[in-house]
């Protein structure tokens, strides 16, 4: 099903990536299982690195557990990340594991084709890309920079985590609008996720269910399968 914006002024995609740029089983298959596996053995190796702790001294603070050593910090963070719990210390930590993993060629990202091609076309007509993920926008860059067809990061002029705030809550969109300094109305907020597309919509901007494998499908927004099925006028 194709879903036409060609009587909208957008100027912005802003994209998820799990589900709507990159197979969600890199990232639950390959990307999680990888952090999980090197998590406590990096943590403790790399100690001397003052933002491993401030990572550590974030889950103290979210545990309200203010005293906690090193292991206990270690624990919760990869019970948080068996839970998939999307916090930011956590994001950060799975950032880092993950550029030593593309550094050292043990990862390869993938992004669909489709997504590919229609990301450059719509950058070749000046349209302003940016991304909207749970993942760090360190892990963001990372992904993007070691795709199977090269660095696409010159594509995106901006990149927004948990940082900016929840990705299913209105205020958040409103946020990168006025980072963007860009009307609501004018940006396209692409996502496999229903809970994040109302919290877009409800911030005004446009949105579009974009899921390639056709699994809980909420009839309540524009939906397509694939990028090519996105019609846009520049």
């Not at 550029?99 to 993938?110: A, M, R, T, V």
């Not at 993920?133 to 990372?142: E, P, R, V």
């Not at 809550?169 to 963007?180: G, R, V």
């Amino acid at each position: 099903m194709a879903s036409t914006y060609q009587d909208k002024q957008i100027k912005v995609i802003l994209t998820d990536i799990e589900g709507t740029t990159t197979d969600i089983s890199f990232v639950h298959q390959v990307l999680f299982p990888y952090s999980a596996k090197h998590l406590s053995e990096w943590v403790r190796n790399n100690l001397e690195l003052s933002v491993v702790q401030d990572i550590l001294q974030q889950v103290r603070e979210i545990s309200n557990e203010l005293n906690a050593d090193v292991e206990s910090c270690i624990n919760q963070l990869m019970t948080r990340q068996a839970e998939d719990k999307k916090i930011t210390p956590l994001k950060s930590l799975q950032g880092l594991i993950w550029q030593e993993g593309y550094d050292k060629g043990e990862l390869k990202s993938q992004v669909y084709p489709d997504a590919v091609e229609y990301l450059q076309k719509w950058y070749d007509a000046g349209l302003i890309l940016a991304v909207y993920s749970s993942g760090s926008i360190a892990a963001q860059k990372l992904l993007f920079q070691n795709t199977s067809v090269g660095d696409l990061t010159g594509l995106f002029s901006n990149y927004f985590d948990t940082t900016t705030g929840s990705k299913i809550e209105s205020q958040s969109y409103l946020a990168i609008a006025d980072k963007l300094s860009v009307p609501p109305e004018e940006i396209l907020f692409l996502s496999d996720s229903s809970k994040e597309l109302a919290a877009a919509t409800a911030a005004n901007l446009n949105t579009c269910v974009l899921n390639s494998v056709t699994i809980d499908v909420d009839i309540n927004f524009n939906y397509v399968n694939n990028f090519a099925d996105i019609a846009l006028e520049w």
